[in-house]
């Protein structure tokens, strides 16, 4: 798998803005000690791994999300989740730790910014949260800091934690994939573009974009104030946390939820994957001509934006599945054939992300869709317990670390 460290926002935006200090007085990165690993907050620390891009990433604010910087994740178009790794601290990718994100959420601005002639302006926006359906890390997660704009501009320590590929400093490629620390410092960040602040002196490199800045509170604990997201040998630009990442963790937290609940309109923010959830409990007619049908409204996309993915999770409790028909509809009437009366011995049609994108490809996200249902012979009734529709409009992934 050929992975690149870096897109281009991260190391070319800055081009000409600060002078090179001297070495001397440069933070560098600088491995973190093994036996410190598992210690906060050096245990929050992931790699992240898309199909063609290498960067950092940590989990925080919940124990299924990860924060990491957007360009990551981004080229000309927005890539498939991506693999997040912990405990990473080795030579090579530990892919038995590998985890396949089930997606991120993003500010809607950051494509459009990172792709115009001002794309300074995309640092302002340049931060991800993912998510899976699982634990990211043993522990609890990183409390993240919503003053961290104005904690990074003071005169306190700050450390920078990751995993670069490349000292951009010196010029010296890092092997492996070992967790690196830049500092503490003590450097004041200023205003760069929006929340993106900047600051000299520090240097860190290609594949520590979308680690954690990391200043103290009160208790002298370490959390997470921001976002590493580019810079040139001996300065550094970071997305600072605001009041505004509440934006991001309000849109992933239904998502999370056992019992996931609808997707959540947070102000400015979009995901790669939206989930539509029914979780009323519907008794079918029995013997019935007449179908169910249980609707989802999909309002969530930009309009004319084409799916990439579509899955469904259901679960139908009966003593004999052999007489259900059910059909997913979407806009347009394109139509899924989930369930033909087969399995005439089997009992309840439990399905878990079942992938039945064939059936829509290139068709618009945003509609009515259907999920319909019939319960065809009489004898055996049937509930249907929950639905999740699940509507994907970014890439997807084609391979394993």
Same mark, same amino acid.
């Given at each position: 798998?050929?992975?690149?460290?870096?897109?281009?926002? +991260?190391?070319?935006?800055?081009?000409?803005?600060?002078?090179?200090?001297?070495?001397?007085?440069?933070?560098?990165?600088?491995?973190?000690?093994? /036996?410190?690993?598992?210690?906060a907050?050096?245990?929050?620390?992931?790699?992240?791994?898309?199909?063609?891009?290498?960067?950092?990433?940590?989990?925080a604010?919940?124990?299924?999300?990860?924060?990491?910087?957007?360009?990551?994740?981004? +080229?000309?178009?927005?890539?498939?989740?991506?693999?997040?790794?912990?405990?990473?601290?080795?030579?090579?990718?530990?892919?038995?730790?590998?985890?396949?994100?089930?997606?991120?959420?993003?500010?809607?601005?950051?494509?459009?910014l990172?792709?115009?002639?001002?794309?300074?302006?995309?640092?302002?926006?340049?931060? $991800?949260?993912?998510?899976?359906?699982?634990?990211? $890390?043993?522990?609890?997660?990183?409390?993240?800091?919503?003053?961290?704009?104005?904690?990074?501009?003071k005169?306190?320590?700050?450390?920078?934690t990751?995993?670069?590929?490349?000292?951009?400093?010196?010029?010296?490629?890092?092997?492996?994939? /070992?967790?690196?620390?830049?500092?503490?410092?003590?450097?004041?960040?200023?205003?760069?573009?929006?929340?993106?602040?900047?600051?000299?002196?520090?240097?860190? +490199?290609?594949?520590?974009?979308?680690?954690?800045?990391?200043?103290?509170?009160?208790?002298?604990?370490?959390?997470?104030?921001?976002?590493?997201?580019?810079?040139?040998?001996?300065?550094?630009?970071?997305?600072?946390?605001?009041?505004?990442?509440?934006?991001?963790?309000?849109?992933?937290?239904?998502?999370?939820?056992?019992?996931?609940?609808?997707?959540?309109?947070?102000?400015g923010?979009?995901?790669?994957?939206?989930?539509?959830?029914?979780?009323? !409990?519907?008794?079918?007619?029995?013997?019935?001509?007449?179908w169910?049908?249980?609707?989802?409204?999909?309002?969530? /996309?930009?309009?004319?934006?084409?799916?990439?993915?579509?899955r469904?999770?259901?679960? $139908?409790?009966?003593?004999?599945?052999?007489?259900?028909?059910?059909?997913?509809?979407?806009?347009?009437?394109? !139509?899924?054939?989930?369930?033909?009366?087969?399995?005439?011995?089997?009992?309840?049609?439990?399905?878990?992300?079942?992938?039945?994108?064939?059936?829509?490809?290139?068709?618009?996200?945003?509609?009515?869709?259907?999920?319909?249902?019939?319960?065809?012979?009489?004898?055996?009734?049937?509930?249907?317990?929950?639905?999740?529709?699940?509507?994907?409009?970014?890439?997807?992934?084609?391979?394993?670390?």
């Open positions: 798998m050929k992975i690149s460290t870096l897109r281009l926002l +991260g190391l070319l935006l800055l081009a000409g803005n600060m002078p090179v200090a001297a070495k001397s007085k440069t933070a560098n990165p600088v491995k973190v000690p093994k /036996f410190l690993t598992g210690e907050p050096y245990r929050f620390n992931g790699v992240v791994l898309t199909d063609s891009v290498r960067g950092s990433g940590f989990c604010w919940d124990s299924k999300t990860f924060f990491s910087a957007a360009h990551v994740v981004f +080229g000309f178009t927005w890539e498939a989740p991506p693999y997040w790794v912990p405990k990473q601290n080795e030579e090579e990718i530990n892919a038995d730790r590998a985890i396949l994100s089930r997606g991120y959420y993003r500010w809607i601005e950051y494509g459009d990172a792709l115009g002639l001002d794309s300074d302006d995309a640092f302002s926006k340049d931060v $991800i949260v993912g998510y899976a359906f699982q634990n990211l $890390i043993k522990g609890k997660p990183a409390r993240i800091n919503v003053n961290g704009e104005q904690d990074l501009r005169k306190a320590p700050s450390l920078i990751g995993y670069p590929a490349e000292n951009a400093y010196l010029d010296e490629d890092i092997d492996g994939y /070992f967790l690196h620390k830049t500092g503490p410092t003590v450097t004041p960040y200023r205003s760069y573009a929006g929340k993106a602040l900047l600051t000299t002196l520090i240097t860190t +490199g290609p594949g520590n974009s979308g680690g954690p800045i990391w200043t103290k509170n009160k208790k002298g604990q370490w959390i997470a104030s921001g976002v590493l997201t580019g810079g040139l040998p001996s300065e550094t630009v970071v997305y600072a946390f605001s009041k505004d990442v509440n934006s991001l963790t309000r849109a992933v937290a239904p998502v999370i939820k056992k019992k996931q609940g609808a997707p959540i309109a947070a102000n923010v979009t995901g790669s994957s939206l989930f539509f959830p029914h979780n009323k !409990q519907i008794k079918l007619p029995d013997g019935a001509e007449k169910t049908s249980v609707r989802f409204g999909v309002d969530k /996309f930009d309009t004319g934006t084409l799916i990439s993915k579509v469904l999770s259901l679960d $139908i409790r009966t003593k004999h599945r052999g007489d259900l028909q059910v059909v997913l509809e979407g806009p347009g009437g394109y !139509q899924a054939l989930i369930h033909n009366e087969g399995d005439a011995d089997a009992d309840n049609l439990i399905l878990a992300d079942a992938d039945l994108s064939a059936s829509f490809t290139d068709i618009e996200a945003n509609g009515y869709w259907y999920l319909r249902i019939r319960d065809r012979l009489k004898g055996d009734p049937a509930v249907l317990k929950s639905a999740v529709l699940e509507i994907s409009t970014d890439g997807e992934s084609t391979i394993a670390p």
